[in-house]
């Protein structure tokens, strides 16, 4: 099941890069909707990387580096692309779902459940 979540993990990362790069549809009527898709896009991100490695998600720093250093490139080339414009208040959404969900996800793993 681990190499099933981590395809999963890559073809999110592939598809929110489409998403983040690709010409925005316009305005939503819902004020700040984009930063709450942020957030539970990284929530979500996090929730299936955590679930493509054998331990809890914490004990893997340098993939939680890797999700921050993820958003912080999306907003880098957004900065450049005419048609998209990077935010700080997205990062910090971004940043958020990964925090919010390093708090509630669990802090061991069985390997009976695996």
């Known amino acids: 099941?681990?190499?099933?979540?981590?395809?999963?993990?890559?073809?999110?990362?592939?598809?929110?890069?489409?998403a983040a790069f690709s010409p925005s549809e316009?305005?939503?009527?819902i004020p700040h909707i984009d930063k709450i898709f942020h957030f539970l896009i990284f929530f979500?991100?996090?929730f299936v990387l955590d679930l493509s490695v054998e331990e809890p998600l914490i004990k893997y720093p340098f993939l939680i580096l890797f999700l921050f250093f993820y958003a912080i490139l999306i907003e880098f080339v957004q900065y450049?692309?005419?048609?998209r414009s990077a935010e700080l208040f997205d990062f910090l959404?971004?940043?958020?779902?990964?925090?919010?969900?390093?708090v509630i996800a669990p802090r061991n793993k069985s390997r009976a459940t695996r």
């Open 1 to 18: 099941m681990i190499k099933l979540y981590r395809c999963l993990f890559i073809a999110l990362v592939f598809l929110t890069a489409y």
């Open 26 to 29: 316009g305005g939503s009527s």
């Open 44 to 46: 979500l991100l996090s």
């Open 80 to 83: 450049f692309l005419s048609y």
């Open 93 to 102: 959404s971004d940043s958020m779902g990964i925090l919010v969900y390093l």
